[in-house]
């Protein structure tokens, strides 16, 4: 069983930067994705980055340029750096593992992250 946990969320002012971190407990058999979704309040998760099993990686049109996904494999913790961060950025962020030869997903707690002056 994996377990994903959150943290480097917070308060911080426009055009600041945070770190996010997902650490993964538990192996991870056949990883095919790693992903940082968001969410605010009455909206869907929006998925924000993908890095693939390859190293590949993705993003939303509204974080391209500012944020960027990666991930050590060696202490099974992925990342989020965040830079210029605008108060449109404010969610709860969520990481997600895709792995599995039966495809599961298996989601993070959630951080929060204020953008506000």
């Known amino acids: 069983q994996v377990q994903l946990v959150e943290s480097g969320g917070g308060l911080v002012q426009p055009g600041g930067s945070l770190r996010l971190s997902c650490a993964a407990s538990g192996s991870i058999f056949r990883l095919h994705a790693m992903e940082w979704y968001r969410q605010t309040p009455g909206n869907q998760r929006e998925l924000v980055a993908t890095i693939s099993s390859g190293g590949g990686t993705n993003y939303a049109d509204s974080v391209k340029g500012r944020f960027t996904i990666s991930r050590d494999s060696a202490k099974n913790t992925m990342y989020l750096q965040m830079n210029s961060l605008e108060p449109e950025d404010t969610a709860v962020y969520y990481c997600?593992?895709?792995?599995?030869?039966?495809?599961?997903?298996?989601w993070g707690q959630g951080t929060q992250v204020t953008v506000s002056s």
């Open positions: 997600k593992v895709v792995a599995g030869v039966i495809i599961h997903d298996y």
